[in-house]
Each structure stands twice: as structure tokens, then as C-alpha cells.
């Protein structure tokens, strides 16, 4: 006799059991993917390139830390360059005023008085500070630059060791600092000094000739040595700029290389999502029927 | 020949339709029962009667080893990858930020940001902090692997312990069914008793089983080694100092010589402790040694000489480093919580150095990306600090992914002839339900058969009186 090759009841349900667990289990998955836009598995679903994406990702938070740190660093160069511009143009309109007017004519007084001035306004710009930290001090950023003495000459109390310095990239570190014992400010503090603490009335006209023209001459060297400074710290903040362009295309290329591991394309997601829920709706359906089904309904 | 043999096969029919329907409803009862095979009744004619010649089950030799083979197989690397999983969980998905990559690269910035300024605490706290998270990482890894490994420990004497009672049950269903005659009911439950026995031993080691024509099995390790031979039992002993596994005191360690066995729960915890999870720790133990010896050697910042990290406070030691991920901590001295100062990091304990001073900073920033000078245990040779962090943690999960995708080939595999061999064995209700209408037909026509006789004999009676 010929044998009947039947379905096992128990295998019957099994499979309609581990079918809808599988594609509920799909299903889940889907709908994860579809609301985070990542794969739920970024591992599983791009094998070999797993630590690929890791190093994207440590790529990524690199170059927005370094982001993040250079604009406080243009920041803190703007500050640096905003008072250098003002002690420029304080030591400028100084020279200005001592050159103006003829000698006989000139009120001495106004110039010393404006020397003093100009001595106070240079040094509290030198004892500025960025975010709490003195940035004409050298590496000393806690103590102030300079100290203005009885006599109005000022002295360096910052560090000599060293300059401000910052790492812009993976590459390079760039020095930025400005010191108040660099010779630009040394040499117009000096001349300013030496103005406000001589008794301009008394001079001659020939001391006091002289006395204007060392002065003007000690003031110009010590400006056109400002400008260098001014210029190269203006150098120095375009390469900051252009790093952080540099910078921001970089996140971008990362970021993309990135998503392409880990990133779920959304209208994919939601077409599969569609599909599952279409098929589980199938299954459920075959297998109401299926348990309808039996012959014990008909004895 | 004559009314009464009538009678008489009337009779012997309702008994063998008796004996059908019992079959039937046993086989209908136990239609969801795991490991019951069908049975069917074969009947013989014997001098006219109709007589049960056997009760036969239904199997397939073949279908039954290979479903063995796969269950072995599939438990097997089900536990590998339970095993690795219950680390790897702890990896997390890299946008999780909780591996040891993410929480490193997390160092690096913060470091990126205390280089640009130096002299905030805020700055610094940020460096002290990530480091702090990193360390605590590693030290939570390194003990999750521990926790996994006294797991396996623990699971390979339950196993054995179940290994040995179904080895001794084996023993057992062979002495009974050398007693139990062939072709009965009893006979055929043994036989369905020792299926199902099987399929637990197939779970925990793969076996070749053997049976000789009464039905008694023999068990061998796939290697050969012997397990039960008739009613004797070659018990299995387990050795948790040496890590070694005898049977009747021959040498059967998965890994550790041909007389073994490669598939089945046990061998998977074998691997789990031999292999996969001494490799996660002796990688995890470089990563911390690579990070402990890179700080000390750029940028040492307490007079002592010690790093950012140090191992349990101490200075790095090439000859120890087993165990280093679970004892990395950050330098007490760079700890507010243990009384130091996160100022030591940018002056490196050196109250001279001035305040916006950033050469231990620029140092520490560059180690990210400089090659690791220590083992990296596999991990592969000229790696940076950073690449060997996502290196390691790419490759822990690459090993989870394996084990997962194989345990799924191996399941898609196992379905197919599991389904098989269910639909050969298991019972159909709705064949059996058309069987039992055949029997319920069979007993009345027997019951006419009896009752018509019976009528005749009446009938004769009555002439007679």
C-alpha cells in the first residue's frame, strides 16, 4: 500500500508561527530604521566596513572639537586685533599732536598731559584680558602684561618664555600670541615715558626740537613694528578662517561617508515597512483561514 | 468455517478496530507533543482472523541524524553568540557613543578643545571628565567579559551535568528496550523516549549514534570516543582547574584532540572560554595598555613620572599587562573627586610651567594619531591610538555579526529538514480524524456482522425449539 505523505499539524502551526515571528520581527526593524534613520544593526548590515564608520565618527567629533576651539580662537584674535588697533591709532594721534603746530606756539602742557594719557590708555589695553585670561602676557596668562611705575615708565610682568600658540588641525599649530615686551610696544612706552615725565616748559626750543624728534622717530619704529605684528596676526586669522571652511567641508565629507555605512535611505525604509506590513497581514490572514480549516467542522 | 468462525472474525475485526482507535487517539492526543512520532497499526490475517501484526512508528533514519547534526550545530552557535552578544551589547550601535572608539574619540576633542585653551578649568574638567568615562568603560567592559566567562564556567558543569543524566537515561531506555518485545506499543513508546533523549545529548555535543536491530543505541563523541555502549555509561567529568573534559576518563576537549567533538552547546562554551572570549579581554587589556604607556611616555604629568592614565595608580608594566583594561584609572592626581587637580595636566605637577603653557596638551593631542608602541594582540601592527580603538571595537562586533549570521544559515538549514522530518513523523489530525471514521465504519460493520450472526443463530434456535 502506498504510503499518504500528510503535513504534521503541529509543523503546520510552527511555520505560521515562526514566519509571523520573523516578520514582525522585520517589521520592528523597519519601523526603527524609519523613525531614527539609522540601520539597526550599522554592524550586521555593512560587514567589513564597521570600523570604517567608527573612524568617521572619531574624524567627525575631531574636526567640530577643532571647530568649536578656533572660533574662540578668531574670537580671541579679534580682541587681540581690536586693541592693537586701538593702541595704534592712541600712539598715532599722539605722533600726530607732536608733530602739529609749530614748537613756539604749542601748548607743551596739553602734549605731556596727552603723553600721560596716552601711557594709561596703551597700558590698561595691554592688561586686557579674553575671557578671563591676560592675552599680552606671554604663556603668563594669569598676571598682567604690564605695570605702570611712579615715573610712567611701564614694566613687563608677563612671561618670557614663550607665545600664545593653538593647534588649528591634525597639522598645525599656529602661534598667535602677542607679547607687551615685544620692541613695538617697548620702544613707543619708552618715548611716551620719557614725555610725560619731563618738564616740557622748561626745555629750550632746541631741547625741546630734539626731545620731539627722538620721540616721533622712537614712536614711528615702534608703530611700523605694530603694523608688522598687526598684519601677521591678520594673516594668522585668515588661516583660521580658512580652516574653519576647511574644516566644515570635511564634517560634510565625513558625515556623508558616515551616513553611507550607517544611514537608512527614509523612502526605502517606508517602502518596506509598506511591504512587511502587507505580507504579515497575508500571513495573519492565511492563518485564521488555515485554523478554520479541518475536517472535524464537517463530522 | 461456518456461523461461528463468523463469529470469531466479527470479534477478532472489533478487537483490531479496538486497538486502531487506540492508536488513533493516541496519536491525535499527542499530535503537539515534541518528539511523539506517529504510529500506525499493521494488521496480518491469521487463519482468517484479523490480527495487529505490529505498531509501527514512523521514522526516517536519515532525517533523524541529519536533524541531530543540525541541532548540534545550531546549538552550538547559538551559545557563541549568546556568549559574545552578552559582551558586545555593551559596545553598543556606534551611534551610542558607548564604546570604547566613541569614548576615546570623546577624549581626543575634549583634548582638541583644553589645546586651544589651556588655562581654563572648565577646559581642563572636560579632558579629567572624558578620560574619567573612558577609563570606567574599559574597566565595565573588562568585568562584563569576566562576568560572561564565570557564566561559561558555570554553564559547562550544567551541561555536564545534563550531558550525564541523559547519558545514564540512554542507558536506561536500552536496558528497558532490550526487555520490551518489538512491535508493541511499549516498545514503540521506548523508541520515542530514546528519539527524544538523543535530541537533548545532539544539544549539548554531537554524537554518532548507532543502534543495533533491537533497537538499543550506542553513543560515540563525533571523534570517536565512546559515551554509553549498551547499559554502560563512560561517565563525563569536567575539570575546572585544568579545564579539562574526560569521558570514562579519556580526554574529550573540544579543541584539544581528535577524539573530541566540535558542535553542541558544550563545544560552543568551549570556544567561548578557550578562544573568543580570552581574545576580546587580551585585546582590551592592549587598548588600555596602549593608552596607559602613550600618556606616561608624551606627556607624563606627575613627578613620578605617571601619565593621564595609570594602571591602578601605578606606572606601566609591559609584563602585566593581563588584566590592565579592568585596573586603568585616570591619574588620582588630575581627579577633583580624589583630591588632585585638573590644573596637573596642563602644568604637569610643575607649578613654574606658566598658566597658558600647552606643550603637554599639543603632546596629548598628537598621541591620538601616533602609532601604538605596545602589542596591540592581534589587533594589527602600525596602528594609531585612535585606529586601534575603532579597529577593536569593529571587530568585536565583527565577531558577533559572524556568529549571528551563521546561526542563521545554520537555522534556515535545520527548518528545512526539521520540517521534513516533522511532517514525516508528526501526526496529521485531519488524516487521522479520516482514519478514525474507516475504524468507526470497520467496528460497525464488525458490530452487524455479530449481531446478524447472532440473529441467525436465533433463527436456528428457534426452528430447533
Same mark, same amino acid.
Given at each position: /500500500?502506498?504510503?499518504?505523505?500528510?503535513?504534521?499539524?503541529?509543523?503546520?502551526?510552527?511555520?505560521?508561527?515562526?514566519?509571523?515571528?520573523?516578520?514582525?520581527?522585520?517589521?520592528?526593524?523597519?519601523?526603527?530604521?524609519?523613525?531614527?534613520?539609522?540601520?539597526?544593526?550599522?554592524?550586521?548590515?555593512?560587514?567589513?566596513?564597521?570600523?570604517?564608520?567608527?573612524?568617521?565618527? !572619531?574624524?567627525?567629533?575631531?574636526?567640530?572639537?577643532?571647530?568649536?576651539?578656533?572660533?574662540?580662537?578668531?574670537?580671541?584674535?579679534?580682541?587681540?586685533?581690536?586693541?592693537?588697533?586701538?593702541?595704534?591709532?592712541? !600712539?598715532?594721534?599722539?605722533?600726530?599732536?607732536?608733530?602739529?603746530?609749530?614748537?613756539?606756539? /604749542?601748548?607743551?602742557?596739553?602734549?605731556?598731559?596727552?603723553?600721560?594719557?596716552?601711557?594709561?590708555?596703551?597700558?590698561?589695553?595691554?592688561?586686557?584680558?579674553?575671557?578671563?585670561?591676560?592675552?599680552?602676557?606671554?604663556?603668563?596668562?594669569?598676571?598682567?602684561?604690564?605695570?605702570?611705575?611712579?615715573?610712567?615708565?611701564?614694566?613687563?610682568?608677563?612671561?618670557?618664555?614663550?607665545?600664545?600658540?593653538?593647534?588649528?588641525?591634525?597639522?598645525?599649530?599656529?602661534?598667535?600670541?602677542?607679547?607687551?615686551?615685544?620692541?613695538?610696544?617697548?620702544?613707543?612706552?619708552?618715548?611716551?615715558?620719557?614725555?610725560?615725565?619731563?618738564?616740557?616748559?622748561?626745555?629750550?626750543?632746541?631741547?625741546?626740537?630734539?626731545?620731539?624728534?627722538?620721540?616721533?622717530?622712537?614712536?614711528?619704529?615702534?608703530?611700523?613694528?605694530?603694523?608688522?605684528?598687526?598684519?601677521?596676526?591678520?594673516?594668522?586669522?585668515?588661516?583660521?578662517?580658512?580652516?574653519?571652511?576647511?574644516?566644515?567641508?570635511?564634517?560634510?565629507?565625513?558625515?556623508?561617508?558616515?551616513?553611507?555605512?550607517?544611514?537608512?535611505?527614509?523612502?526605502?525604509?517606508?517602502?518596506?515597512?509598506?511591504?512587511?506590513?502587507?505580507?504579515?497581514?497575508?500571513?495573519?490572514?492565511?492563518?485564521?483561514?488555515?485554523?478554520?480549516?479541518?475536517?472535524?467542522?464537517?463530522? | 468455517?461456518?456461523?461461528?468462525?463468523?463469529?470469531?472474525?466479527?470479534?477478532?475485526?472489533?478487537?483490531?478496530?479496538?486497538?486502531?482507535?487506540?492508536?488513533?487517539?493516541?496519536?491525535?492526543?499527542?499530535?503537539?507533543?515534541?518528539?511523539?512520532?506517529?504510529?500506525?497499526?499493521?494488521?496480518? =490475517?491469521?487463519?482468517?482472523?484479523?490480527?495487529?501484526?505490529?505498531?509501527?512508528?514512523?521514522?526516517?533514519?536519515?532525517?533523524? @541524524?541529519?536533524?541531530?547534526? #543540525?541541532?548540534?550545530?545550531?546549538?552550538?552557535?547559538?551559545?557563541?553568540?549568546?556568549?559574545?552578544?552578552?559582551?558586545?551589547?555593551?559596545?553598543?550601535?556606534?551611534?551610542?557613543?558607548?564604546?570604547?572608539?566613541?569614548?576615546?574619540?570623546?577624549?581626543?576633542?575634549?583634548?582638541?578643545?583644553?589645546?586651544?585653551?589651556?588655562?581654563?578649568?572648565?577646559?581642563?574638567?572636560?579632558?579629567?571628565?572624558?578620560?574619567?568615562?573612558?577609563?570606567?568603560?574599559?574597566?565595565?567592559?573588562?568585568?562584563?567579559?569576566?562576568?560572561?566567562?564565570?557564566?561559561?564556567?558555570?554553564?559547562? @558543569?550544567?551541561?555536564?551535568?545534563?550531558?550525564?543524566?541523559?547519558?545514564?537515561?540512554?542507558?536506561?531506555?536500552?536496558?528497558?528496550?532490550?526487555?520490551?518485545?518489538?512491535?508493541?506499543?511499549?516498545?514503540?513508546?521506548?523508541?520515542?523516549?530514546? &528519539? @527524544?533523549?538523543?535530541?537533548?545529548?545532539? &544539544?549539548?555535543?554531537?554524537?554518532?549514534?548507532?543502534?543495533?536491530?533491537?533497537?538499543?543505541?550506542?553513543?560515540?563523541?563525533?571523534?570517536?570516543?565512546?559515551?554509553?555502549?549498551?547499559?554502560?555509561?563512560?561517565?563525563?567529568?569536567?575539570?575546572?582547574?585544568?579545564?579539562?573534559?574526560?569521558?570514562?576518563?579519556?580526554?574529550?576537549?573540544?579543541?584539544?584532540?581528535?577524539?573530541?567533538?566540535?558542535?553542541?552547546?558544550?563545544?560552543?562554551?568551549?570556544?567561548?572560554?578557550?578562544?573568543?572570549?580570552?581574545?576580546?579581554?587580551?585585546?582590551?587589556?592592549?587598548?588600555?595598555?596602549?593608552?596607559?604607556? &602613550?600618556?606616561?611616555?608624551?606627556?607624563?604629568?606627575?613627578?613620578?613620572? @605617571?601619565?593621564?592614565?595609570?594602571?591602578?595608580?601605578?606606572?606601566?608594566?609591559? =609584563?602585566?599587562?593581563?588584566?590592565?583594561?579592568?585596573?586603568?584609572?585616570?591619574?588620582?592626581?588630575?581627579?577633583?573627586?580624589?583630591?588632585?587637580?585638573?590644573?596637573?595636566?596642563?602644568?604637569?605637577?610643575?607649578?613654574?610651567?606658566?598658566?597658558?603653557?600647552?606643550?603637554?596638551?599639543?603632546?596629548?593631542?598628537?598621541?591620538?594619531?601616533?602609532?601604538?608602541?605596545?602589542? =596591540?594582540?592581534?589587533?594589527?601592527?602600525?596602528?594609531?591610538?585612535?585606529?586601534?580603538? =575603532?579597529?577593536?571595537?569593529?571587530?568585536?562586533?565583527?565577531?558577533?555579526?559572524?556568529?549571528?549570521?551563521?546561526?542563521?544559515?545554520?537555522?534556515?538549514?535545520?527548518?528545512?529538514?526539521?520540517?521534513?522530518?516533522?511532517?514525516?513523523?508528526?501526526? #496529521?489530525?485531519?488524516?487521522?480524524?479520516?482514519?478514525?471514521?474507516?475504524?468507526?465504519?470497520?467496528?460497525?460493520? #464488525?458490530?452487524?456482522?455479530?449481531?446478524?450472526?447472532?440473529?441467525?443463530?436465533?433463527?436456528?434456535?428457534?426452528?430447533?425449539?
Amino acid at each position: /500500500m502506498l504510503g499518504i505523505s500528510t503535513t504534521a499539524t503541529a509543523q503546520k502551526s510552527f511555520e505560521l508561527r515562526s514566519r509571523i515571528a520573523e516578520q514582525s520581527g522585520n517589521l520592528n526593524q523597519a519601523s526603527i530604521e524609519l523613525s531614527t534613520g539609522f540601520k539597526q544593526d550599522a554592524y550586521k548590515d555593512v560587514r567589513g566596513v564597521s570600523g570604517e564608520t567608527l573612524s568617521f565618527r !572619531a574624524e567627525i567629533d575631531a574636526t567640530e572639537a577643532y571647530v568649536l576651539s578656533n572660533s574662540l580662537l578668531s574670537r580671541k584674535m579679534d580682541s587681540i586685533s581690536d586693541s592693537l588697533s586701538s593702541m595704534r591709532e592712541q !600712539a598715532g594721534d599722539f605722533s600726530n599732536l607732536m608733530l602739529s603746530g609749530d614748537i613756539g606756539g /604749542m601748548h607743551r602742557d596739553v602734549l605731556r598731559s596727552a603723553a600721560k594719557s596716552t601711557i594709561e590708555q596703551i597700558t590698561s589695553k595691554l592688561n586686557s584680558s579674553y575671557a578671563g585670561s591676560y592675552v599680552f602676557s606671554g604663556l603668563a596668562s594669569d598676571t598682567q602684561a604690564v605695570v605702570q611705575n611712579a615715573d610712567w615708565t611701564v614694566t613687563y610682568t608677563g612671561d618670557t618664555t614663550g607665545s600664545l600658540s593653538a593647534r588649528i588641525d591634525e597639522e598645525t599649530t599656529l602661534d598667535y600670541g602677542v607679547r607687551a615686551d615685544d620692541p613695538g610696544f617697548t620702544n613707543i612706552m619708552d618715548a611716551l615715558a620719557v614725555v610725560a615725565s619731563t618738564d616740557l616748559t622748561s626745555l629750550s626750543d632746541a631741547d625741546f626740537s630734539t626731545l620731539r624728534n627722538s620721540t616721533v622717530s622712537a614712536m614711528s619704529s615702534g608703530l611700523e613694528r605694530l603694523i608688522e605684528i598687526h598684519t601677521s596676526l591678520g594673516d594668522k586669522q585668515g588661516v583660521v578662517e580658512r580652516t574653519a571652511e576647511r574644516h566644515g567641508a570635511l564634517k560634510s565629507i565625513y558625515s556623508e561617508a558616515m551616513l553611507n555605512i550607517e544611514g537608512v535611505d527614509a523612502e526605502e525604509a517606508a517602502v518596506r515597512l509598506t511591504s512587511i506590513q502587507g505580507q504579515l497581514q497575508a500571513t495573519y490572514a492565511v492563518t485564521a483561514r488555515m485554523s478554520e480549516m479541518s475536517l472535524l467542522n464537517y463530522l | 468455517m461456518g456461523i461461528t468462525a463468523a463469529l470469531s472474525n466479527a470479534v477478532s475485526g472489533l478487537r483490531a478496530t479496538s486497538v486502531q482507535s487506540d492508536i488513533v487517539s493516541r496519536n491525535i492526543s499527542n499530535a503537539n507533543t515534541e518528539g511523539y512520532t506517529r504510529k500506525d497499526v499493521s494488521l496480518e =490475517t491469521v487463519g482468517g482472523n484479523v490480527g495487529v501484526a505490529s505498531i509501527d512508528r514512523q521514522v526516517s533514519g536519515l532525517l533523524e @541524524r541529519l536533524d541531530r547534526g #543540525n541541532i548540534s550545530k545550531l546549538s552550538g552557535q547559538q551559545t557563541v553568540m549568546e556568549g559574545v552578544t552578552a559582551y558586545t551589547d555593551y559596545l553598543g550601535q556606534p551611534s551610542d557613543k558607548t564604546s570604547p572608539a566613541a569614548l576615546l574619540s570623546n577624549l581626543k576633542s575634549s583634548m582638541i578643545g583644553f589645546s586651544g585653551s589651556v588655562d581654563a578649568g572648565g577646559a581642563q574638567l572636560a579632558v579629567v571628565s572624558s578620560a574619567k568615562e573612558f577609563a570606567s568603560q574599559m574597566n565595565r567592559l573588562s568585568a562584563t567579559i569576566q562576568t560572561v566567562e564565570s557564566e561559561v564556567e558555570m554553564n559547562i @558543569r550544567y551541561d555536564v551535568n545534563d550531558l550525564n543524566s541523559s547519558l545514564y537515561e540512554v542507558a536506561k531506555l536500552n536496558k528497558e528496550i532490550f526487555r520490551a518485545r518489538e512491535g508493541t506499543v511499549l516498545h514503540a513508546r521506548l523508541q520515542d523516549d530514546m &528519539g @527524544r533523549e538523543l535530541e537533548v545529548i545532539a &544539544g549539548l555535543v554531537d554524537v554518532q549514534a548507532s543502534s543495533s536491530r533491537n533497537g538499543m543505541v550506542s553513543l560515540l563523541t563525533s571523534g570517536g570516543s565512546e559515551l554509553v555502549r549498551g547499559v554502560d555509561v563512560f561517565d563525563i567529568e569536567y575539570d575546572g582547574m585544568t579545564g579539562v573534559l574526560t569521558a570514562g576518563g579519556v580526554n574529550i576537549t573540544p579543541g584539544g584532540g581528535n577524539r573530541s567533538f566540535s558542535e553542541g552547546s558544550l563545544a560552543g562554551l568551549f570556544e567561548l572560554k578557550d578562544e573568543i572570549l580570552p581574545g576580546f579581554s587580551g585585546q582590551l587589556d592592549a587598548m588600555a595598555a596602549a593608552v596607559v604607556e &602613550g600618556f606616561e611616555r608624551v606627556a607624563p604629568i606627575t613627578l613620578d613620572g @605617571r601619565g593621564l592614565f595609570t594602571d591602578a595608580g601605578g606606572a606601566y608594566n609591559a =609584563t602585566t599587562i593581563e588584566g590592565l583594561a579592568s585596573r586603568i584609572i585616570v591619574n588620582s592626581a588630575a581627579d577633583p573627586d580624589l583630591g588632585g587637580s585638573t590644573a596637573v595636566i596642563q602644568n604637569g605637577s610643575n607649578a613654574a610651567v606658566p598658566l597658558s603653557d600647552n606643550s603637554l596638551a599639543l603632546s596629548m593631542v598628537a598621541l591620538f594619531n601616533e602609532p601604538v608602541v605596545v602589542p =596591540t594582540a592581534g589587533l594589527g601592527a602600525a596602528l594609531s591610538l585612535m585606529d586601534m580603538a =575603532t579597529t577593536m571595537t569593529g571587530t568585536h562586533q565583527q565577531k558577533r555579526v559572524s556568529a549571528e549570521s551563521a546561526t542563521k544559515a545554520t537555522s534556515a538549514a535545520a527548518a528545512t529538514i526539521s520540517s521534513s522530518k516533522l511532517n514525516l513523523q508528526g501526526v #496529521n489530525i485531519d488524516d487521522e480524524l479520516q482514519k478514525l471514521m474507516l475504524v468507526e465504519q470497520s467496528y460497525a460493520a #464488525n458490530a452487524k456482522v455479530l449481531t446478524t450472526v447472532n440473529n441467525m443463530l436465533d433463527t436456528l434456535m428457534n426452528a430447533v425449539r
